[in-house]
């Protein structure tokens, strides 16, 4: 199946990690240009000297420094996008936090805060913003939000994390519903156990907490229908296939990308 992405534009929030970047070389391989948002710019470079190092044009990747919880920077960051490639046709808000496990009876609410500021108030902004310049171009879109199977099914001793990607699931509704008339589809991918740099920590807080060992974890977290840890890019060609025309019938849906372990 090839999507053809030419003279898209795509702005992947939480840019430099591995998610993003797995999804960015989803969209360049079909012909997409990407811009990448997120917190450090060393590690933006890193990431985009990462996808140039596998083959893609340099001038189709641009960077952007922002932060979720600063929300004077979403406005500057689609300001730098289009300084970049003059449009945004496409946002995937996959910036978020796992602040660590903890029981509700022990929880922060400093950590409740950051991570709801993030994970939802941070992603319903990036998506206004995005949506008031969609309007004001008179142009229509999509937004592919990243949600997770823990707002399906509740992991232990992380409340704060389940109830704010719940809060996305349900977000995608509204925003889908809300903003079709304008011709802007909106959808998100609730992944699994994803290899990446969230995951690695999680693992460290599980070994920390209640013992384990990191090996075993890798080969037993991946959905079993599976066999192992998902990788970055299988996440990514969904997510390009549900900001695709291709998926102009599919609206406000939560897609659960755990090889069926979530079955719902
Ligand atoms: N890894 C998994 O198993 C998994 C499973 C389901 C869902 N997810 C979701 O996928 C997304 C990416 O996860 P990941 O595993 O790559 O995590 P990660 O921690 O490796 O990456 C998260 C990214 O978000 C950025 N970010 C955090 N706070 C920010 C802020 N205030 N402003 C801007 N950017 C900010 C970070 O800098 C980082 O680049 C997250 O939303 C996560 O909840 C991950």
């Known amino acids: 199946m090839?999507?053809?992405?030419?003279?898209?534009?795509?702005?992947?929030?939480?840019?430099?990690?591995?998610?993003?970047?797995?999804?960015?070389?989803?969209?360049?391989?079909?012909?997409?240009?990407?811009?990448?948002?997120?917190?450090?710019?060393?590690?933006?470079?890193?990431?985009?000297?990462?996808?140039?190092?596998?083959?893609?044009?340099?001038?189709?990747?641009?960077?952007?420094?922002?932060?979720?919880?600063?929300?004077?920077?979403?406005?500057?960051?689609?300001?730098?996008?289009?300084?970049?490639?003059?449009?945004?046709?496409?946002?995937?808000?996959?910036?978020?936090?796992?602040?660590?496990?903890?029981?509700?009876?022990?929880?922060?609410?400093?950590?409740?805060?950051?991570?709801?500021?993030?994970?939802v108030k941070g992603l319903m902004e990036m998506s206004r913003e995005f949506v008031k310049r969609l309007k004001a171009r008179n142009a229509g879109g999509s937004i592919v939000n990243v949600a997770s199977n823990a707002a399906k099914v509740c992991f232990a001793d992380m409340a704060d994390y389940n109830a704010s990607k719940a809060a996305v699931m349900n977000l995608t509704q509204s925003m889908a519903l809300e903003w079709a008339p304008y011709g802007i589809n909106v959808n998100a991918v609730c992944p699994g156990a994803v290899d990446t740099a969230m995951l690695r920590k999680c693992m460290e807080e599980s070994i920390r907490l209640y013992g384990g060992d990191m090996e075993e974890m890798r080969k037993t977290w991946g959905p079993p229908q599976l066999g192992r840890l998902i990788q970055p890019y299988e996440v990514g060609r969904v997510i390009r296939f549900l900001a695709s025309e291709d998926a102009v019938i599919i609206r406000g849906q939560a897609i659960s990308v755990d090889a069926g372990n979530t079955r719902f």
Do not use: H, P
């Open 2 to 119: 090839s999507i053809s992405m030419k003279d898209r534009v795509v702005y992947i929030s939480g840019g430099s990690c591995m998610m993003a970047r797995g999804t960015a070389t989803a969209f360049l391989e079909e012909g997409a240009s990407v811009v990448l948002g997120d917190l450090r710019q060393d590690l933006l470079d890193e990431a985009k000297a990462d996808l140039v190092q596998k083959g893609f044009l340099s001038e189709k990747i641009s960077t952007t420094q922002m932060n979720l919880t600063d929300l004077a920077t979403v406005k500057t960051t689609f300001d730098d996008a289009e300084k970049a490639f003059g449009k945004v046709d496409i946002l995937v808000n996959i910036a978020g936090v796992i602040i660590g496990y903890y029981k509700l009876d022990d929880m922060r609410e400093e950590d409740w805060d950051l991570t709801f500021n993030v994970n």
